[in-house]
DNA sequence: TTTTTTGCAAAGATTTTGCACCTTA
DNA sequence: TAAGGTGCAAAATCTTTGCAAAAAA
C-alpha cells in the first residue's frame, strides 16, 4: 500500500468523502515545494501555471482547513499564510523576522513538553498549539554600513 | 505624572510623531474593554456607535500596530483579530476552542521560560513570541445528549 | 500656524457565489 | 451514473485612497 505523503492525502480525502482531484494534488505540492507558509495570493499564482482557478484555491483551501491537512499563520504585518501540518509536514515552530519578514522553522521538542506541562489540569483538552517567536534573524542585525 | 495606560498610550504616540486625539482613546478603549482578541469588522461597529468611521479604525490599528501598541492574533478559521500587547495588557498565551472559537488567556510564565531556554544559542534575537493553543474548551466537551 | 488626522465617497482588492459542464469513484 | 469539483464571470465584501475640512500640538 501506498506511503508517501501524497498517497495519504489521497486517502483522507476519500475518507472525508471529497475526492482526489489534479487540482487538489497541484496546491498541495505548491505548499509541500514551499516549504514555508504562504499567503493566498501567492498560492495562487503558484498554482495558475498549472492551469488551476483561483476560486479552486479558495475552496480548495477551506476543505484542506477543514479536514486538517493544512493550518493558518500569522506572517509579519498581520499576512495570513497556509503551509501544511503533520503528518503532510514535522511538527515545527516559527521564527519570523519583524525587519525582513522571512520565516524559519524551529524544531518544536524543548517547547512542546513544557507546553504540554503547562496545561495539565486546566480542564481543556488541548489539541495543538501554534508558537511563533519574532525577532531578528542574523541577516538582520548583523552590522551593516 | 500619569501611570495610567491611557497616559502611557498619550505619551507613546507622542514619542512616535503621532497625535493622541478621540478616535484613537476609543478604538483603544474598545480593545481593552473587550479584553480578548478583536476581529477587525467587530471593532468597526464596536467605535461606529462612538460616530468614529471605519477608514479610521484601519488607519489606527496600522499605526497601532508599528508602534506596538497591538498585535494580531489568529482565530478560528483564520480570522484576524487585534489585541493589546504589553505594557497595555499583560503578556499571555491563547487557548481557542476548535468548536466553539471562544478564546481564552492563559497564564505564560511556565512556557515562556522554557521558550527562552530553547533559544539560546541560534543566533537569532528574540523579541517576543505568540503561543497558542487549541482543542475544546470545558463547555464543548462536557457530555450533553 | 503647521502638521496630522478624519470623513466621505470612490477606487481597488479580495473573496464568494450561481450555474452549467466536467470528473471521480 | 450519482456525487463532487471546476471555470467563469458577476456579486458581495473588505480595504485603501485622495482630498478638503477639522483638530492637535
Known amino acids: 500500500m501506498e506511503r508517501t505523503s501524497e498517497g495519504h492525502l489521497k486517502t483522507l480525502l476519500r475518507t472525508q468523502g471529497l475526492r482526489f482531484t489534479p487540482d487538489r494534488l497541484r496546491i498541495f505540492r505548491a505548499l509541500a515545494d514551499a516549504d514555508k507558509p504562504v499567503p493566498v495570493a501567492a498560492l495562487i499564482s503558484m498554482v495558475a501555471q498549472d492551469g488551476v482557478n483561483q476560486a ?3 475552496r480548495t483551501l477551506e476543505q484542506f482547513l477543514a479536514v486538517q ?3 493558518t499563520v500569522l506572517l509579519k504585518d ?4 497556509y503551509e501544511l501540518v503533520p503528518p503532510f509536514s514535522s511538527h515545527h515552530h516559527h521564527f519570523i523576522c519583524l525587519d525582513c519578514g ?5 524544531p518544536a521538542e524543548r517547547v512542546d513538553s513544557a ?3 503547562s496545561m495539565e489540569g486546566t480542564g481543556l483538552r488541548v489539541m495543538t498549539h501554534k508558537v511563533d517567536i519574532y525577532g531578528q534573524c542574523e541577516k538582520c542585525h548583523t552590522p551593516s554600513p
Do not use: E
Not at 498581520?78 to 499564510?81: K, P, Y
Not at 522571512?102 to 524551529?106: E, I
Open 56 to 58: 479552486t484555491v479558495y
Open 69 to 71: 491537512v493544512v493550518q
Open 115 to 117: 507546553l504540554d506541562k
Open 102 to 106: 522571512a520565516v524559519q522553522d524551529l
Open 78 to 81: 498581520g499576512i495570513v499564510a
